[in-house]
């Protein structure tokens, strides 16, 4: 119970998972997401494929995806001009 092949890190997508469980990727967002419009069966049909494939939350994602980083930028111009 590996990683599957598919994608540049090898590491395991909500893609992969929809494929698994049968299910659009949009559905399992909504289950890691915790939303009511998914049916119980579905949403357990769902855990299991993530649990066989290994599936992990990407943080890094979440956060380009439009989350909070908690992360300040700083611009400073060019000392030596």
Same mark, same amino acid.
């Given at each position: ?6 994608? %540049? ?37 769902? %855990? ?34």
């Amino acid at each position: 119970m590996g990683r599957k092949p598919g994608n %540049r890190a090898g590491q395991i997508t909500i893609i992969n998972v929809a494929r698994e469980a049968g299910v659009s990727y949009g559905t399992v967002s909504r289950v890691i997401n915790n939303d009511v419009h998914v049916k119980p069966e579905t949403r357990d049909r769902v %855990r299991e494929a993530m649990a066989r494939l290994g599936f992990v939350v990407n943080r890094q994602a979440r956060v380009l995806a439009g989350g909070t980083s908690n992360a300040i930028g700083v611009l400073v111009p060019d000392p030596g001009t």
